[in-house]
């Protein structure tokens, strides 16, 4: 980093987060620390509990540095909490950190930052962000492959992630911790956060959580020739591609293989016949311009890039309505709907979308 | 603090630091200033030196007030929606009811009206709103009182008030006051509540029978000193720092207009505007608050520090973010513009140089963020 900018690093109140702070600072920015109060307010766990902020706060005290909390608890409930409910309600797979990450920090968040008179947004993610020769930025895996995030900022787009900063990128998790360690912060040994931060143990976790705000949908398990084998107690909590839950399967394991949250019915058959040859891909974000050929899929925060070719979708007459079709070089388990996939060039994210 | 609150209390930090309820000479001494003390406040307060409860702080206070209260004789506990949390939260938490307020914040008289019957116990208004500055009218509540709910206590939280009212004559008609020190100049975590002799009060903290059994608990003896030294100071500059508070905050307020559009004064009746001068006579001096459209008050507040000017919009929770006001709310003010709220406090230290500061800085961050929408 050649010159000096004036940095807003979110502070989740992570160890993450913290030593992107203190890394910016040893290059000589400007740093700002804030913490977006999202969601809840006295929850134990998850995100914007007050020790989270309490934490976050001590951390910028140690380093030196201001600490603000913005409020965007509104736009979180619209833009991450709604969607949420409404995906399960239709028998899809949500994404609430890609939206948080889409909707909050690398927009409202990025907005407010450039209004105040910020250069940039840093964030503690584990990810890169890297310049081609062409003078066009990608997002790039992390150093620490296992803690690789690069998955949950696959939509940034040009004009982000010239204003983005990722410092903790290229660093792996046990060096984080080490640096930590030595500046004292109390973030140090802080277990890494888990799951969807709204949704808490305490208060009954996932099901209870949908179970307060989606009225219960009891379910008919079909096989693939529509007989009915079985029950489930919530259509809505069922995702395709789930084995848990769904019946005996008398030596063969059942896996749903689609849901009609609607009709209440979830299509379930073996292994088999939850695979697929192509996945079509929808609301697609390009880093830069469509990207089609040899890539790589991911379609998980830390699934496993599988080869596959990618051609987009042409209607009936030659035109396209932006979506891909993602053609696996081996057959692969079905995505489920509203999953989020994301496309590679190697380590560099392409682009991104939902599952059809 | 007031520099004379900080001098009156160090002795008891230092020489003087003797518990008052000991039996030798040290503690005599340290009885002695809190009698002193107490004898003071009465007098500032208008109340009996044995209707004081110390407390430490408001909130103290007005829990010890609604609960105490609501512990000794049951039935309803009745206040304005526009409480400070330290009475709504006691309250809610007693199944009270909540009464609402007119478009500029005043307690609604017809609704108190309705709300109240044989039931209730305790009625709360406050004397000043903390976030908008608009003052109650305690004496018509009071009449309300009596006539629909005779039996009920009426308590006041007047913590916002001290420093701008002579509250011997607008708490004269409450039966329980609270008041907290660092509203007018003196320390934080130190405050009062006034029990006027018969008030049935069960107390909230147990132990040595402190402030004869209402409040148990050594007494914060350099803080009550410097409390009543602050009050003293307070009022006897009360009726000159009004005068020119009140300019100074007429000169913020219609600078702000003539600078800004959209601009909406919290507190006033109507909308406003076209020339005509706002009446601002239910509003004390020293609070400034208004609400601005597109724009949000965490983003000015920090373009404002930038410039040292240190104002606040509503209230902040725990974590420091700023939550949506209830008083707005309460007021029927949008959540949009609720969110743009400003409020630039004034005070005995204030001076014209800082109205001036405020004048120079609050337009262009305004326009800044409406610039990045």
Redesign the interface.
């Known amino acids: 980093m050649s010159t000096a900018r004036r940095v807003l690093v979110a502070l989740s109140g992570g160890v993450d987060s913290s030593i992107a702070a203190a890394l910016l600072l040893e290059e000589g920015h400007d740093v700002v620390g804030v ?1 977006m ?1 999202l969601w809840g ?2 929850s134990d766990s998850g995100c ?1 509990s ?1 020790s989270d ?1 309490d934490d976050a ?1 001590r951390v910028a005290q140690q380093l030196g540095i201001d600490h ?4 965007f ?2 736009d979180f409930t619209r833009h991450v909490v709604d969607p949420y409910v409404a995906a399960h309600a239709a028998g899809c797979t949500p994404n609430p950190c890609i939206e948080c990450n889409r909707h909050l920090k690398f927009d409202r968040l990025l ?2 930052a ?4 910020f250069d940039a947004v840093a964030t503690g993610h584990h990810a890169r962000v890297v310049t081609r020769c062409d003078g066009t930025r990608r997002v790039a895996r992390g150093a620490d492959v296992r803690k690789d995030q690069s998955y949950v900022l696959h939509m940034l787009g040009q004009d982000q992630l010239a204003r983005t900063l990722l410092p903790v990128g290229a660093l792996d998790k046990q060096e984080v911790r080490a640096r930590a360690e030595e500046l004292g912060l109390r973030t140090a040994a802080k277990p890494d956060s888990q799951d969807v931060c709204f949704i808490t143990r305490a208060g009954g976790g996932r099901d209870a959580f949908l179970g307060r705000r989606i009225p219960r949908r009891r379910g008919v398990l079909v096989d693939t020739g529509g007989v009915a084998v079985g029950e489930v107690s919530d259509v809505h909590l069922v995702t395709v591609g789930q084995r848990r839950g769904l019946g005996p399967g008398n030596g063969a394991p059942r896996y749903a293989l689609a849901v009609d949250a609607e009709a209440g019915v979830v299509t379930v058959g073996g292994l088999a016949a939850l695979l697929v040859e192509e996945t079509v891909v929808g609301e697609l974000v390009w880093a830069h311009e469509p990207a089609s050929g040899r890539l790589l899929a991911q379609c998980s925060a830390h699934g496993t890039p599988l080869p596959c070719r990618v051609a987009a979708v042409r209607g009936p007459d030659g035109g396209g309505d932006g979506s891909v079709r993602v053609r696996w070089t081996e057959p692969q388990r079905r995505v489920a709907p509203g999953q989020s996939i994301v496309l590679y060039d190697g380590d560099e994210v392409v682009g991104g979308g939902v599952a059809r | 603090m007031r520099p004379e609150a900080v001098e009156a209390m160090l002795p008891f930090l230092r020489e003087r630091f003797a518990n008052p309820s000991g039996a030798h000479a040290w503690a005599r001494d340290a009885r002695r200033a809190l009698d002193d003390a107490r004898e003071l406040l009465a007098e500032l307060i208008g109340a009996r030196p044995g209707e004081i409860v110390f407390t430490a702080g408001g909130t103290e206070a007005d829990n010890l007030a609604v609960l105490g209260v609501h512990d000794a004789r049951g039935g309803t506990v009745v206040c304005s929606a526009v409480e400070h949390h330290a009475v709504l939260e006691p309250v809610e938490s007693r199944g009270g009811r909540v009464v609402p307020v007119d478009g500029r914040g005043v307690i609604d008289l017809d609704a108190l009206a309705a709300a109240l019957d044989e039931s209730v116990a305790l009625v709360s208004v406050m004397l000043v709103n903390n976030e908008t500055g608009v003052v109650q009218p305690l004496e018509e509540v009071a009449a309300v009182v009596r006539r629909h709910a005779p039996g009920a206590v009426l308590h006041t939280d007047a913590v916002q008030g001290f420093q701008w009212l002579d509250v011997t004559r607008h708490t004269a008609v409450a039966d329980l006051v609270s008041l907290a020190a660092h509203k007018f100049g003196g320390p934080k975590g130190v405050g009062l509540l006034v029990v006027r002799d018969g008030v049935e009060l069960a107390p909230r903290l147990l132990g040595g029978g402190q402030e004869r059994n209402r409040r148990s608990g050594t007494q914060n003896v350099a803080g009550i000193v410097a409390m009543a030294e602050a009050a003293r100071c307070t009022a006897a500059t009360r009726d000159e720092v009004v005068a020119r508070t009140r300019v100074w905050r007429d000169r913020l307020l219609d600078g702000l207009a003539a600078a800004l559009e959209g601009v909406h004064e919290t507190g006033v009746a109507g909308p406003g505007g076209a020339g005509a001068p706002v009446d601002r006579s239910d509003k004390v001096a020293g609070i400034a608050h208004v609400c601005i459209d597109g724009i949000e008050s ?2 000015l507040l ?2 404002l520090e930038e410039v040292e000017v240190y104002a606040s919009a509503a209230s902040s ?7 949506p006001s209830h008083v707005l709310a309460a007021m029927g003010v949008e ?1 949009a513009l609720a969110f743009g709220s400003l409020r630039l406090s004034l005070g005995f230290a204030s001076t014209a140089a800082d109205v001036d500061a405020a004048l120079a800085a609050v337009p262009p961050a305004v326009e ?2 409406r610039s ?2």
């Open positions: 913490t109060k307010g006295e914007c007050v902020v706060r603000h909390v913005f409020n608890g509104d907005r407010r450039e209004a105040l008179g | 965490e983003a920090f373009l929770c725990a974590s420091g973010a700023m939550e959540r800044r963020l990045f929408g």
